[in-house]
């Protein structure tokens, strides 16, 4: 999860360096988004951590509430690159009346789908109709010769839906990241291609580490600090 919100830091960052001639409710939806969608990760976390005597009810619900941060954290990104082409006074209001909408139609649809399938057959459903729709909408855009805008999203939303759609499929979602990056787009950033096949790995190959009573993950290679050959960090 960490090393989610670090990938769409850096990449936020060098959007909205990109776009720095918009308006200020693109930005302010943009962190508004995605304040809520880490609001949302925290209550999972202390939902995941409190004890309850119905396993499967609260195994439910949290799935119930990953789904929905999961799709606010998308939601973040096809707002805050699409809505600024409408009228400005109408932008802010409308982000946050289709999340509201996104929010319980994902609910209930999760709800509704849990009575006849497993929870793996509803998320792959689910991850299925949302990438339909951002590539329909991407070909709408793309059709009223908005090019360099949707090469820019389907860029970030394809590295960031492969990274969080597949960590069960480490290798896919770098199969995906690779070919979603290249072949939306010809001026590609290369750091944003690195990045995503280097945390598509991480997302993939961390292993939990204990010590003691602490549980923590192991540092990724390259986050590692090199050795010092020169013998002179040996304590004395």
Do not use: W
Request: glycine content about 2%; some cysteine.
């Amino acid at each position: 999860m960490q090393q989610v919100y670090v990938f769409i830091f850096v990449s936020s960052s060098r959007v909205l360096l990109f776009f720095k001639k918009f308006h200020v409710y693109f930005f302010l939806s943009f962190f508004l988004s995605f304040f809520l969608s880490f609001f949302l990760s925290v209550i999972i976390f202390f939902l995941e951590r409190k004890k309850e005597r119905k396993k499967e009810r609260r195994k439910f619900f949290l799935s119930l509430i990953f789904l929905c941060s999961l799709f606010s954290f998308f939601l973040s990104f096809f707002l805050s690159f699409f809505l600024f082409f409408f009228n400005f006074s109408l932008r802010f209001f409308l982000s946050f009346f289709l999340s509201f909408i996104i929010f319980f139609f994902c609910f209930f649809l999760f709800a509704f789908l849990s009575f006849f399938f497993k929870f793996i057959l509803c998320v792959l459903f689910l991850s299925l109709l949302f990438f339909l729709l951002f590539f329909a909408f991407l070909f709408f855009f793309q059709h009223f010769q908005i090019k360099h805008c949707c090469l820019k999203i389907s860029i970030y939303l394809s590295i960031y839906l492969s990274i969080y759609l597949c960590q069960s499929l480490p290798y896919l979602s770098i199969y995906l990241s690779i070919y979603l990056s290249i072949y939306r787009s010809q001026s590609v950033h290369y750091l944003s291609i690195y990045l995503s096949i280097y945390l598509s790995i991480c997302s993939g190959t961390a292993e939990p580490v204990t010590d003691g009573n602490t549980i923590f993950t192991e540092m990724p290679p390259l986050l590692q600090r090199a050795p010092d050959k020169s013998g002179d960090s040996k304590l004395k």
